[in-house]
């Protein structure tokens, strides 16, 4: 008995011990607005121990020896807080505020930024989220210094180009490398995928942040994490926008129907108008902008599940979009699903992320001078001719089947009969391992695994009745394809703290394949009512021709890499970052096919040093410089640089001969680049930015040398040769100018100067059309004759030569530089207010000293194209001997008053000021109290409208200046004027 009862003692005195070592901790975590965060993560010791619930509450166990306790949730910055209680209030501040503790991820590792000497910039993912775009590539524009984002084309899901510090290349490619959780994904596919899935936007732009990447990583990476699991209760998220689109403000006007009835009578009456058919006719003013182009409306919807507990969490969603364009027949509907399941079981980490998304696209023709392209009526179709005949609603085909009077096709037939749509599958899927040791605290080995999978199959119609299929009844074109990367990162890894020193590093083995295939056919004869393959007139000797074409090819390629990441810092001062790789890839020749890529980097937290210690107007401040390489492997030559024999036919006969010289030892293109910066808070953090300076230089550029023909019946090879640079300065700057409890007002903007130049050519210089590659000057600058207006006495046109004379002889030798079409100046301008739950942000873009050639003006101002619309001004041309006019005579040949007038190209009148500024985004929102809801059953709720491209300032004569290229060819599918009500739901 007596044993029993000392025993009993024993263990109670053992429980109350272990119960005096622990202690309870509680709180509540909130936003700055006094929004309660539900599912934040509790960490003591390197550890997750709790999570708050949906009211923002926690209660975790302790160790009686833990004097701190970390916050985490997304969107939201870490907080760690010092236990001097048992009941904590904590508030976390958004990401988007910026911190210097702010974690950045490059894709292989995450750093805290104030220990990072790489040049990057992160993108709110709010921001992405709610701008609806097809492709989110587009709401980059105007987010960071140093990234130039134009659209590519207002079509829905079209991609947008992008470029991080300009182009440092001729003729490879200067798109930068897109990083998803991880792996590799394709740039133009973001039409399948979801931005509400993104957690994360990190652009990589110097030597240290992206020589990681090494051969890919000359044109910058954009790194994009998708959303994880909060531990807690499970949360459902639901958001919603509807809205609609519309054309913007056409700056080429033309002509109506009077105007034009008068421009021909005065041209000579080429269709043989009667007194009566002309006043007729100058009643009629049908616009074709009505006729083809709709108000396009927009839904989207999204909804995402969040839970699980602080060792298993997972994210889901599932989204839809449907989009129309604002030219009839046009649109894209989008479906996606996502699930990213992340697991803690002890010493192991693993998780799997998949995606796979759906898209649809309708659309249209742009960007050529196509006859047959409807955008292209809108300009030349005469405004008294009608899409439709009014008497019996057919399509109006007074110029024989398919054409309209004007000898122009009917565009309306060729949008409406024609169709031009593409499907795509894509599948993004990853997963991940993780071990840490434990008989050495801080190495860990981790090994990532993910796929990226594109189908795509492109369908072209052409109906039997529209213009120019008629010679064949019809055709249609169908192309599959499909493109299978996989992408797989093993590493070693190790984190330690030893004193003052603090060492981080991985050692890296990385492989990159990719595959692909595709194969098409050209089918001809609709005549039995079917517009798809059931349609299709089978081809024979008998009849030849409705015998189809067909075509098909596929590519390899593939990276084999190692590679070392080293971050060291002394005494919260001085870090250092040293990255090395060497990879090998087949894209070049045996003598080249391995290369070695690095970079180092320094970091001085000059805030934290003594001397600064009573410092009353720096918060932090800190210097940044670095140097390394990277590489380019897209390459002119694709991925066969050996010499390459391909079937051929000679009198009849089939046989081989060489396709492709190759060249043995072709090399990647390489970067250098040079970054010194400066970082910097002040008054408490009120005022933040920082400052880059820039030197890429690329060298060894892709470059097809010419060679003599008679050698080898080649006039070219792919070599490297020339080099070129890109120096510049960015700016960043954000002031929190009011921080009161109910009142805040903030401005954050970013400008970037970026000054390209060729260096080095094999010849000084090559004139190509409207551009010239010159020494000394930009990529893409426009090389044309100065137009100096009209001789008063005769009305010829009249060019200005070298020696600044004037003359009415146009000589291509009179060119010269007229600038570039890549803007030198660009940035953007974003506020935001709030008042108690009200918010109102507004984003202003520019880009400056720009110029394009206005070809879409000059499709119009042709003299000789008067049977179609022409442009207004050209009312105004000289008549008589003495007008002050602009627009010359009309004719061409030698008159009694002077020498020959010949329509010219190639000139400064159709040089156009391609600047503008632009209101890329205004949003209006309301989020309602959380007391008011709690009573509903809601976690969350806000209501929002916005608009984007509400206004542009811009000088250019067109339907938008943000366009790519030194041309304007025709045929363009303007941005969208958008507006939208959102809505947002927690549950």
């Known amino acids: 008995m007596r044993k029993l009862v000392s025993l009993l003692t024993v263990l109670m005195l053992f429980t109350a011990s272990a119960f005096a070592q622990n202690k309870t901790v509680t709180g509540k975590v909130t936003e700055s607005n006094g929004t309660p965060i539900s599912g934040a993560t509790i960490s003591a010791n390197g550890k997750p121990v709790g999570a708050t619930t949906t009211s923002g509450d926690f209660s975790v166990t302790l160790p009686t020896a833990t004097t701190s306790i970390t916050i985490s949730s997304l969107g939201f910055n870490d907080r760690t807080v010092t236990l001097t209680g048992s009941a904590l209030s904590i508030t976390l501040t958004s990401a988007d505020a910026g911190s210097v503790s702010e974690v950045v991820v490059t894709g292989y590792t995450s750093i805290q930024r104030k220990k990072f000497s790489g040049a990057i910039a992160n993108v709110s993912a709010q921001e992405v989220k709610k701008q609806p775009f097809g492709s989110f590539d587009q709401a980059l524009q105007g987010q960071a210094a140093g990234v130039s984002v134009v659209a590519n084309s207002g079509q829905p899901g079209a991609n947008a180009i992008v470029r991080i510090r300009g182009n440092g290349s001729i003729s490879g490619g200067n798109v930068p490398l897109y990083i998803m959780d991880g792996i590799e994904i394709s740039a133009a596919d973001f039409s399948s995928l979801n931005q509400g899935d993104f957690e994360r936007v990190e652009l990589l732009k110097d030597a240290v942040a992206t020589a990681m990447y090494g051969s890919r990583g000359a044109n910058g990476v954009i790194v994009i994490s998708t959303r994880r699991g909060r531990a807690g209760t499970l949360q459902l998220n639901y958001d919603a926008q509807v809205g609609w689109s519309t054309l913007p403000q056409d700056r080429l006007v033309m002509m109506n129907s009077d105007q034009k009835i008068t421009y021909e009578l005065q041209r000579g009456n080429p269709y043989g108008w009667t007194t009566a058919e002309a006043d007729s006719l100058r009643k009629v003013n049908f616009s074709w902008k009505d ?73 249209t023709a742009e960007g050529n001078t196509t006859i047959s392209s409807p955008l292209n009526a809108i300009r030349w179709s005469n405004p008294y001719e009608r899409d439709r005949d009014p008497r019996t609603g057919d399509f109006q085909q007074f110029g024989g089947p398919g054409y309209l009077t004007s000898g122009q096709p009917n565009g309306a037939m060729e949008l409406f009969l024609d169709y031009n749509n593409s499907i795509q599958l894509k599948t993004v899927a990853t997963s991940y391992l993780e071990f840490h040791f434990p008989f050495l605290k801080g190495l860990s080995a981790r090994t990532n695994w993910g796929i990226d999978y594109t189908n795509n199959e492109t369908t072209n119609f052409n109906d039997p009745r529209t213009a120019g299929a008629q010679a064949r009844n019809g055709s249609l074109n169908r192309n599959s394809s499909w493109n299978f990367r996989y992408t797989g990162t093993t590493s070693l890894n190790y984190k330690q703290n030893f004193g003052k020193h603090e060492v981080e590093g991985g050692l890296f083995t990385e492989v990159v394949k990719n595959d692909s295939r595709n194969f098409g056919f050209t089918g001809y004869g609709f005549t039995n009512g079917f517009n798809n393959e059931a349609g299709l007139t ?269 003359t009415m002889v146009y000589s291509p030798n009179d060119k010269v530089y007229q600038g570039t079409s890549d803007a030198p100046w660009f940035g953007g301008i974003t506020t935001s207010l709030a008042y108690k739950g009200f918010d109102l942000s507004a984003q202003l873009n520019f880009f400056l000293n720009r110029v394009q050639y206005n070809n879409d003006k000059n499709n119009v101002v042709n003299p000789t194209y008067f049977y179609d619309n022409m442009w207004v001004e050209l009312l105004k041309e000289w008549k008589n001997p003495g007008d002050i006019t602009n627009i010359p005579r009309p004719t061409s040949g030698a008159t009694a008053l002077g020498p020959a007038n010949p329509y010219q190209t190639q000139t400064t009148f159709f040089l156009e000021d391609g600047s503008f500024w632009r209101l890329r985004n205004v949003t209006l929102g309301y989020t309602v109290p959380a007391k008011l809801l709690s009573k509903a059953g809601l976690r969350s709720a806000r209501i929002f409208v916005q608009g984007q491209n509400w206004w542009t300032g811009t000088k250019f004569q067109g339907f938008d200046p943000e366009a790519t290229g030194t041309s304007l060819v025709g045929a363009q599918y303007p941005a969208l004027v958008q507006t939208t009500i959102g809505l947002n739901i927690g549950f």
């Open 291 to 363: 006729a083809l182009f709709q108000t396009g409306m927009t839904h989207q919807h999204m909804i995402s599940a969040s839970g699980g507990s602080a060792t298993s969490k997972f994210f889901a969603s599932l989204s839809y979009m449907d989009q129309e364009g604002i030219v009839k027949t046009t649109g894209l509907k989008r479906y996606t699903a996502r699930i990213n399941v992340d697991n803690t079981i002890k010493n192991w980490r693993f998780g799997v992320n998949l995606q796979a998304g759906f898209s649809k696209l309708k659309q």
């Open 538 to 806: 089978a081809g024979s000797t008998a009849n030849a021709n409705y015998i189809p074409a067909i075509g098909g090819g596929g590519s390899r390629n593939g990276i084999y890499s190692y590679f070392g990441i080293f971050n060291y810092g002394y005494d919260s001062k001085y870090y250092v970052t040293l990255v090395g790789r060497r990879d090998g890839s087949s894209r070049f020749g045996v003598n080249n096919r391995f290369a070695n890529f690095g970079s180092v980097g320094f970091t001085w937290s000059v805030s934290s040093e003594k001397f600064m210690e009573n410092s009353k107007l720096f918060d932090n401040l800190s210097l940044r410089a670095s140097i390394g390489t990277t590489g380019n492997n897209i390459t002119q030559a694709g991925d066969f640089p050996i010499p390459i024999f391909g079937r051929s036919t000679y009198a009849g006969v089939s046989g081989w001969s060489p396709g492709s010289p190759g060249n043995l030892d072709y090399r990647w293109e390489t970067n250098r680049t040079i970054n010194f910066g400066l970082d910097f808070s002040i008054l408490k953090r009120r005022l933040s930015g920082s400052i880059e300076l820039y030197d890429r230089k690329t060298l060894d550029l892709f470059y097809a040398l010419p060679i003599d023909p008679s050698i080898s019946g080649f006039s070219s090879i792919p070599s490297n040769f020339g080099s070129l640079r890109n120096r510049g300065v960015e700016l960043s700057l954000r002031g929190d100018v009011i921080k009161a409890k109910d009142f805040s007002f903030s401005i954050a903007a970013n400008i970037t100067y970026n000054q390209n130049r060729i260096i080095d050519l094999p010849t000084d210089s090559v004139v190509s059309g409207l551009t010239i590659l010159k020494e000394g000057k930009a990529l893409n600058t426009l090389y044309l004759v100065p137009y100096a207006g009209v001789n008063p006495a005769n009305g010829n046109a009249q060019y200005q030569k070298k020696d600044k004379s004037t």
